[in-house]
């Protein structure tokens, strides 16, 4: 065998050796994009988002004394679901409303909630009473963010609503403080306001007293 017929034979070998190692890497990244493809994505959750209200603004809630928004008509709120469904919640209609406003970073909110979440599993809202939570006044730099782990990890039954970035919601409900409830009878008009931890005896008087006729 002649010198040029062994670089040739060489350069054959180094040649399928290239081409076997190229077969595969490629085999190795579709492998590696197949496995990628069946694992899910995670969905970005986002903790705030569109909320708007209709039909007039309740008042501040004074820190005492009678409560302005009393006999009002609450107004009609519209925003989304963590899971960016797109919900009206209309008061009136024959439906009693308590509808409950807490924030991730507030002391009483996260003592309040579990105590609320606890009462449910075991018990049912009076008949025609509905309830519903708005997660406001998020701040990506205060403890226990997000919100939407918060109520997923405490077990929320309940419907949950985001407010906006401006927390329209809550300033056109006259919120003051949390946690804050605002109570509407079958009229669709403001019964009472509340803000602070509530016993478990005062969340059933509010819940009797969207009931009532």
Request: with cysteine; charged share 15%.
């Amino acid at each position: 065998m002649n010198a040029s017929t062994t670089e040739s034979g060489k350069g054959s070998r180094r040649g399928l050796l290239v081409g076997l190692a190229l077969a595969a890497a490629v085999a190795a990244a579709l492998v590696a994009s197949m496995a990628s493809g069946d694992e899910p994505v995670a969905r970005q959750v986002a903790e705030v988002g569109f909320a708007e209200t209709t039909g007039g603004v309740l008042p501040p809630m004074p820190r005492s004394g009678a409560d302005p928004a009393v006999g009002i008509t609450a107004p009609t709120i519209r925003a989304m679901t963590f899971d960016d469904t797109q919900i009206d919640v209309v008061p009136g209609g024959g439906r009693g409303l308590v509808v409950g406003f807490f924030t991730h970073w507030c002391s009483h909110c996260q003592a309040e909630l579990p105590r609320l979440t606890e009462w449910l599993s075991q018990n049912d809202p009076p008949e025609g009473v509905e309830i519903v939570a708005v997660s406001t006044s998020v701040d990506s730099g205060a403890p226990n963010y997000p919100p939407s782990a918060w109520f997923e990890n405490v077990g929320w039954p309940e419907l949950l609503l985001r407010d906006s970035p401006t927390n329209a919601i809550g300033a056109d409900f006259g919120l003051t403080g949390f946690p804050y409830f605002v109570v509407i009878g079958p009229q669709g008009r403001v019964r009472l306001r509340v803000s602070g931890e509530l016993s478990v005896d005062d969340w059933e008087y509010l819940l009797g007293l969207a009931a009532t006729p």
